[in-house]
């Protein structure tokens, strides 16, 4: 009894970190949905097609899935606590870019800078939110990603409120909000450095005991489920827009709060899929999330424009929930190489968003939007995977504190 007395207790979270990291997450997934609501402005501008528009998406997705899982590799071994600042550098930069933007390559150069900094802030950011949690993962990665999403609602508001009636240099605005992450990031930074030159620092989780083929059919299947969920998130971000307006004759900003009402969904369902995850198991966080919107999904093309608002609030609200389960799973499942599993599973959600947005247009512009969501609306059937992961609730939670070394 003594002895348990004295052993050292678990901190709790580091909230003021956690809300610093998901603020900065805000501010960009806000940049990062503005590019997304304002392709009408630059459809019109320089007269691009579907597949255009989906180039651009997959510019700045495939930049972001390309260095991703490298930035997670190199900073697990030498971490750069002040990476965060650097990365948003690239996207003020991008913003300011896109602003004075005057060709479809020089949107695409833009494109790129701003997935550049989203490449370096996901997994460093992510490692942070596991720092800061306590032994709480799944909040601490909620916490965290409810600010992204917060953003991503945001983003075509702002979109509508400013770009639109202002036109294209005022995206210049939105840098201000790059240079307040910056200063944010900097002093998350100073945290970070202090907390890896901490005597107890450094944690070793145990392992989940599984074989590695078993290890690695559990990959192919949490691959299989992001590829469903990104795919999808897909066709909602890049399209719902002009979906709305072709089906429905909504103009673009009343489309465009339709798209805020999705990802203010989306926000929402992000904050609670984490700690419901800690409770319940990650397992059937991820099970109800992806399948569970099947009927929904199914159901949207041959509704009206109010049935769709509600049913695209929640798809959004339930699919939102699976990602954080899932990125907490994953980390579980591979001990110890966090900013490798947060790079590889951000990265591998921008490159499919990107690679399905490009795929979209391309069946939009042959075979037109409205088919496109008859046949997105399978996607979440790939959901019956999740019967193959294992239960890891019990598994891989213990951590022992040891000194770190140096």
């Known amino acids: 009894m003594q002895a348990a007395s004295t052993a050292p207790a678990r901190p709790g979270p580091a909230f003021k970190v956690l809300s610093a990291i998901s603020f900065s997450h805000f501010l960009n997934d806000t940049i990062q949905s503005l590019m997304l609501a304002i392709y009408p402005l630059f459809k019109t501008a320089f007269g691009l097609s579907f597949a255009q528009i989906g180039l651009i998406t997959l510019t700045f997705q495939f930049t972001a899935s390309l260095l991703q899982p490298f930035v997670g590799f190199y900073t ?28 479809f390559p020089v949107v695409l150069l833009a494109a790129a800078l701003i997935g550049t ?77 202090e907390h890896q030159r901490r005597p107890a620092a450094k944690a070793v989780e145990s392992g989940h005991g599984l074989p ?108 939102a929930s699976a990602f954080p389960a899932i990125l907490i799973y994953a980390q579980e499942l591979f001990p110890g190489k966090i900013g490798t599993v947060s790079g590889l599973f951000f990265g591998l959600a921008f490159g499919l968003a990107g690679i399905g947005a490009a795929v979209l247009g391309q069946l939009a512009d042959h075979w037109g939007i409205v088919t496109v969501y008859r046949v997105c609306a399978y996607l979440p059937l790939i959901g019956l995977l999740a019967v193959f992961l294992p239960d890891l609730k019990y598994v891989g939670r213990q951590e022992a504190l040891v000194p770190a070394k140096g």
């Open 212 to 319: 590695r083929s078993h290890v690695l059919r559990t990959l192919a299947v949490l691959l299989a489920l992001i590829f469903s969920k990104f795919f999808y998130m897909a066709s909602i971000n890049s399209y719902l827009i002009f979906y709305l307006m072709h089906q429905y004759n909504l103009d673009t900003q009343t489309a465009q709060y339709h798209l805020f009402y999705f990802l203010a969904a989306v926000a929402a369902g992000a904050l609670l899929g984490g700690p419901i995850g800690d409770r319940i198991g990650r397992k059937r966080v991820i099970w109800a999330s992806i399948l569970g919107i099947a009927p929904f999904t199914l159901a949207l093309p041959y509704v009206g424009p109010t049935p769709s608002v509600i049913l695209t609030m929640i798809i959004g609200f339930m699919l």
């Open 76 to 103: 697990d071994r030498h971490p750069k606590p002040f990476s965060l600042a650097l990365g948003m550098g690239c996207t003020l930069v991008g913003l300011l870019t896109l602003s004075v933007a005057s060709s």
């Open 117 to 193: 900094g989203s490449s370096i802030f996901h997994p460093e950011s992510s490692r942070v939110a596991r720092m800061a949690s306590g032994g709480r993962h799944g909040l601490a990665q909620s916490i965290f990603q409810v600010g992204g999403n917060a953003g991503a609602a945001t983003g075509p508001l702002l979109a509508a409120w400013i770009v639109l009636p202002h036109g294209q240099r005022s995206i210049a605005v939105f840098s201000l909000m790059a240079l307040i992450a910056m200063i944010v990031l900097t002093g998350v930074g100073r945290w970070y450095r």
